[in-house]
């Protein structure tokens, strides 16, 4: 994978949460079409460096940046980035799902209505389309109208991440997407991402080792704020370069 | 073993006892004073209680005894009401919205207009009604629906943008986070999102406002005014419920002070009514909120 292929690339990226700094000069390509899974111990900066990424981060007090990252070649730091662009290119699934406070057919259409899409037929569509390719469609088709709130967890994710697919973006972030589901639903949407990646580049936060090693193409290991090692996963698995790395594949930091 | 251990259980058992009384006879207090209140209201008022009462306007001598009725109250009252309560809501909403999606919590600027909020909520309606007043004069208006309007309004925002704030508070960070991430402005997170979530709540801050202004005789007494006539437009005086019990009220003769207690019984069926109303409504908005 060449360099200048990756769709998200990081360069040298920190962040403080006031004085304190949560990512330590990170650099990491993320290539497209893979699924690349960051893993690290909990508090050591991922759910940060993948918020840092659709600059979620934003909305966050006393949150300061420095570095870039560079989507598809452009800085989403610059001054002159428009944020909302930013963030339409890529879904976003919730540790816990968040669905919104409408339909469920509204939480779908949600995204492409404030996008301008307007007219009913097109709506329907990418309803029915997004909704089959979360593996969700034939759970809901007849109760579109119902409040979103009503499904099981498990449904809500994928609904979530029907509600991300339907502004049509080239980039699914997943920040411990499983984390609140029962172990059925964890499969279902860990089988939808290993599916989507043919079409998307898709980016998971972990702390579940077997999972990294279920969905991994390309692994990066966070520690301490810090971008230990990085590679495909099969051979980061295999042959741990760094000690810390080593030492968190075999389970003795968790 | 039992020894101290027994004792503490049970002082915590008689603690909550007692607890639970006190609550039970609050609770009592609180139906039982609301009885009395409609009761007593009901009672001294359906001797008065007519269809003319109802449906007529004021005639000549109605304050000594003589025929007519208050449908100059009614109508001036909810015009008042509704005028004022949809003005203080474009006023109360957007506020709410941009202290709670434009600010930040530690913002001093959110805090300083909350602080201002909260000292406006305790302002006496008299003293709304002495600065409408002043205002009035200043700009060369009369006593008219107009003025009054815009008191009450003056007089209900507080409240209710006060009553919008806090459950848009509660509204989770991680609902906004989810609109952001679609590429919403904050615009349509805070419109078409944290509206959705908070619609139950902000309509009981709605109808608490709403319920404070209709009631409110001290404010309108001099921007309202009060005639005998259905008011024709804005620019004219209007009768109000809170007034005409205050008027008939303070006369000499029963009979008429009966008719004050009628007056009272319509106000107080006038809240119950956009209360219940209110309540349905709020049971159809709170099907799509996020648990």
């Not at chain 1, 119902?146 to 994928?158: F, H, T, W």
């Not at chain 2, 609109?179 to 904050?186: M, V």
Request: glycine fraction near 8%.
């Amino acid at each position: 994978m060449a360099n200048g292929e990756a769709p998200i690339r990081v360069r040298n990226l920190s962040v403080f949460y006031g004085g304190l700094q949560v990512l330590r000069d990170v650099s990491l390509d993320i290539p497209a079409k893979r699924i690349t899974v960051i893993v690290g111990p909990s508090g050591c900066g991922k759910t940060t460096l993948l918020k840092s990424l659709n600059r979620l981060l934003d909305a966050a007090e006393g949150v300061r940046v420095r570095g870039q990252v560079l989507v598809d070649g452009e800085d989403i730091y610059a001054p002159r980035t428009e944020v909302t662009r930013v963030r339409k290119k890529m879904g976003l699934l919730s540790q816990k799902p968040q669905v919104l406070p409408m339909s469920i057919y509204e939480n779908v259409a949600y995204g492409p209505r404030i996008h301008g899409l307007r007219s009913r037929k097109d709506l329907d569509g990418r309803v029915e389309r997004y909704l089959r390719l979360a593996g969700l469609w034939d759970e809901v088709r007849d109760r579109l109208r119902e409040p979103a709130s009503a499904l099981s967890v498990g449904q809500q994710q994928r609904l979530c991440l029907a509600r991300g697919l339907a502004v049509e973006p080239e980039i699914i972030l997943g920040d411990e997407p499983t984390s609140a589901l029962d172990p059925p639903s964890s499969q279902n949407v860990e089988r939808r991402l290993m599916e989507l990646k043919r079409d998307y580049t898709v980016v998971v936060v972990t702390h579940i080792l077997r999972q990294a090693r279920r969905i991994a193409d390309h692994l990066a290991f966070l520690f301490l704020g810090e971008l230990v090692e990085q590679g495909p996963a099969a051979e980061v698995f295999a042959g741990p370069r760094d000690p810390r790395t080593r030492a968190y594949l075999s389970g003795e930091i968790s | 073993m039992n020894g101290p251990a027994g004792r503490s259980l049970g002082r915590r058992k008689r603690a909550d006892l007692f607890f639970r009384a006190l609550a039970a006879a609050s609770a009592a207090a609180v139906i039982l004073a609301l009885l009395l209140i409609l009761g007593t209201i009901l009672w001294k008022a359906v001797p008065a209680l007519s269809l003319s009462m109802l449906t007529r306007t004021p005639k000549g001598g109605f304050y000594l005894g003589r025929e007519g009725g208050i449908l100059n109250a009614i109508v001036g009252s909810l015009e008042l009401a509704l005028g004022a309560t949809a003005l203080a809501f474009l006023l109360s909403l957007p506020l709410a919205l941009y202290l709670n999606l434009y600010k930040d919590r530690s913002s001093k600027t959110a805090a300083w207009t909350r602080f201002s909020l909260d000292v406006l909520w305790g302002v006496p309606s008299i003293v709304y009604g002495a600065f409408g007043f002043i205002v009035m004069l200043a700009l060369g208006l009369r006593a008219s629906l107009l003025a009054g309007i815009l008191t009450v309004a003056l007089l209900e925002f507080p409240i209710m943008c006060r009553a919008i704030d806090e459950v848009l508070r509660l509204v989770p960070r991680e609902l906004r986070e989810a609109s952001d991430s679609l590429g919403a402005t904050r615009f349509e997170t805070a419109f078409r999102v944290f509206t959705r979530q908070a619609a139950p709540g902000i309509l009981t801050g709605v109808l608490l406002a709403f319920g404070r202004g209709i009631g409110d005789a001290a404010s309108v007494l001099f921007t309202a005014g009060f005639a005998d006539r259905v008011p024709a437009s804005l620019g004219d005086p209007a009768a109000t419920l809170p007034l005409a019990i205050f008027f008939q009220l303070g006369t000499p003769f029963p009979e008429v002070q009966q008719r004050a207690y009628a007056s009272a019984a319509v106000l107080t069926l006038i809240i119950l009514l956009v209360s219940l109303a209110g309540r349905t409504a709020g049971r159809k908005a709170d099907r799509n909120v996020v648990k």
